[in-house]
C-alpha cells in the first residue's frame, strides 16, 4: 500500500515562492504517475500539475509558467515549486498517485481519479 505525506506548506507573501514535497513510505513511487491537486474553500478540487514515471510534466492552464514538477525516484519524493504566488493559490495541496491515469486528464478540467492520496498540506497566500 502507498502512503503518501505532503510537506512544505505555510503561509507565504504575494509574489513569493514555494517548494512542496510528497514523499513515498513503505513503497516506492517508481512506476506511478503523480499529480499535485489542490482545493480552495467551497471550490471543487483542481489538479495543478502532474508527472509521468519517465518524467514528463503537465501544468494545468492556472499554474503554466508558475510552477515546476519534478521527481527523485531514488529519493521516493516528488516535489512542487511554485513561483509568483497569488491569493488565488491558497488552498490545501495534495498530492495523489496512479499506475493508469494519464497526465493529460489529471490536469484537465474533467480531473481524474487516483488510487493514492495524501492528507495534503495548507498554502496561504497573505500579506
Known amino acids: 500500500q502507498l502512503q503518501l505525506v505532503e510537506s512544505g506548506g505555510g503561509l507565504v507573501q504575494p509574489g513569493e515562492s514555494l517548494k512542496l514535497s510528497c514523499a513515498a513510505s513503505?513503497?516506492?513511487?517508481?512506476?506511478?504517475?503523480i499529480g499535485w491537486f489542490r482545493q480552495a474553500p467551497g471550490k471543487r478540487r483542481e489538479g495543478v500539475s502532474c508527472?509521468?514515471?519517465?518524467?514528463?510534466?503537465y501544468y494545468s492552464d492556472s499554474v503554466k509558467g508558475r510552477a515546476a514538477i519534478s521527481r527523485d525516484n531514488a529519493k521516493n519524493t516528488v516535489y512542487l515549486e511554485m513561483n509568483t504566488l497569488n491569493p488565488d493559490d491558497t488552498a490545501k495541496y495534495y498530492c495523489?498517485?496512479?499506475?493508469?491515469?494519464?497526465?493529460?486528464?489529471?490536469?484537465?478540467?474533467?480531473?481524474?481519479?487516483?488510487?493514492?492520496w495524501g492528507k495534503g498540506t495548507l498554502v496561504t497566500v497573505s500579506s
Open positions: 495523489a498517485a496512479s499506475v493508469f491515469a494519464p497526465c493529460v486528464v489529471v490536469v484537465s478540467p474533467y480531473g481524474q481519479p487516483m488510487d493514492y
Open positions: 513503505a513503497s516506492t513511487l517508481e512506476g506511478y504517475t
Open positions: 508527472i509521468t514515471n519517465d518524467g514528463t510534466t
